[in-house]
């Protein structure tokens, strides 16, 4: 058995924000989720700057949405989690300040970029710095899980870690789109970061789901008589959504073949659906902390339908992407970020705040606008695209507003952490 050397020295910070890494990058990626869909909706409708020609509005709003909020929150959550499975500390303090700081130096490259910022220089220089910064961020993340993986031998983390080189490459070639002005490029690098994203929700989500899952319905019930609850697993199963998700992504990236698209998608649609119901407890429906979780896998087995009939019925692709980026990226998020903050600050996972109905409805509001609706009214689609930036904006309001004074305030019980 691996032995793992505790520190001699109990660790500090500046401030409980840093003690680990979920403390400071929820609070930051629940900000920017408003800061960045409030400059979405001024963008969309054309009330800045931004330069068109060197790069689509488009792919300006779906690159900050996953290596800007999405990326954020893994990072929360690996660098976070990565210390639970392996014993190691991760960066802490000052050291994680560094890291974050090269996330906010990116992100405000592209807000001075989508808003047209002229200080007197290029507008693409707003970008050269996001570069710099944002390769910094994904290399000193990645550099500290693979240390740690690499000090307790646990190569089973590796399919992680290829995940996080394969968004550093992604990321990479979305700058070098735009810097070469080839906007095919770009969007082949905002494409695999997204899918990537994806990958990891589902990877991520079956360890920890069905964990969540057992832990928040083993509980005593009124009668004071405790409920062991065992939610089912299948290693076909997750190999075969493994498979079919692998070839869905290779298919709709390089090859959009309508009928491989068909096929991969529903495959990982019903794989997923059958997970789904080993999964299902009726007692999920008390908890929002577990519905939550339920929902968006839900979401997301919906939106891989959509893929699946897109080519056969005319509606846009973007109703299917969106679909997905709503529940695997917007609900499957902010879900984790609510339970994670409360177990991990010391805080009862059976006594969360009470609007977190509210937040999660607010999400599901998004996913019913943004993608439901077009789908049988497009003659009031501009409507239904602002209802559901209002109500993402609302939802993480509401989530900051109940969140951020608990990833700011030390623990409880006085530990570290």
């Known amino acids: 058995m691996q032995s793992i050397k505790l520190p001699s020295n ?7 924000i ?12 629940a900000v920017f989720a408003i800061v960045v869909m409030t400059l ?8 800045t ?23 954020a929150v893994v990072a ?8 639970t499975w392996t014993g190691v500390m991760m960066p802490h303090g000052y050291k994680l300040l560094g890291i ?3 996330w906010l130096l990116a992100r405000v490259g592209w807000l001075a970029f989508g808003l047209g910022i002229d200080i007197g220089m290029a507008q693409s220089a707003w970008l050269y710095l996001a570069a710099m910064f944002d ?15 690499l000090q307790v031998k646990q190569y089973k983390q590796m399919g992680i870690l290829a995940k996080l080189a394969l968004l550093t490459l992604g990321n990479g070639l979305c700058y070098w789109g735009v810097i070469s002005a080839n906007m095919n490029v770009t969007k082949i690098g905002m494409y695999l970061g997204f899918y990537l994203i994806i990958g990891l929700v589902l990877t991520i989500g079956r360890r920890v789901v069905p964990f969540f899952i057992e832990r928040g319905l083993s509980i005593p019930n009124a009668a004071g008589v405790a409920e062991t609850v065992t939610v089912r697993n299948s290693k076909a199963q997750d190999i075969a959504s493994l498979l079919f998700y692998l070839a869905f992504f290779l298919t709709d990236l390089f090859y959009p073949n309508p009928y491989l698209l068909t096929v991969t998608a529903l495959g990982v649609a019903l794989v997923n659906m059958v997970r789904l119901m080993g999964w299902y407890h009726r007692g999920i429906w008390q908890k929002p902390l577990l519905w939550s979780l339920f929902v968006a896998f839900l979401g997301m087995c919906l939106s891989f339908v959509l893929y699946a009939l897109q080519p056969w019925v005319g509606y846009n692709h973007s109703i299917a992407l969106h679909g997905l980026a709503i529940a695997g990226v917007g609900m499957m998020t902010i879900a984790m970020m609510s339970r994670v903050s409360l177990g991990h600050t010391g805080r009862s996972i059976h006594t969360p705040p009470k609007t977190l109905n509210a937040i999660f409805g607010l999400m599901v509001l998004v996913f019913i606008s943004r993608v439901l609706l077009p789908l049988v009214d497009m003659s009031h ?27 700011a305030s030390p623990r409880p019980d006085g530990l570290f952490g």
């Open 10 to 16: 109990p660790p500090t910070s500046p401030h409980p």
């Open 18 to 29: 840093f003690n680990l890494s979920f403390r400071i990058f929820f609070s930051a990626a």
């Open 40 to 47: 979405w909706a001024f963008v969309f409708t054309g009330h």
């Open 49 to 71: 700057n931004i330069d068109v020609h060197a790069i689509n509005p488009l792919y300006w709003h779906g690159h900050e949405m996953v290596y800007g909020y999405a990326l």
């Open 76 to 83: 929360g959550f690996l660098l976070t989690a990565v210390k």
């Open 100 to 102: 974050f700081t090269c």
């Open 135 to 149: 390769m910094l961020f994904i290399g000193s993340m990645a550099f500290v899980i693979f240390r740690a993986v």
């Open 381 to 407: 689609y501009s409507l239904w695209i602002m209802m559901a930036q209002g109500a993402w904006i609302g939802c993480f309001i509401l989530f900051c507003y109940s969140y951020l004074r608990i990833l």
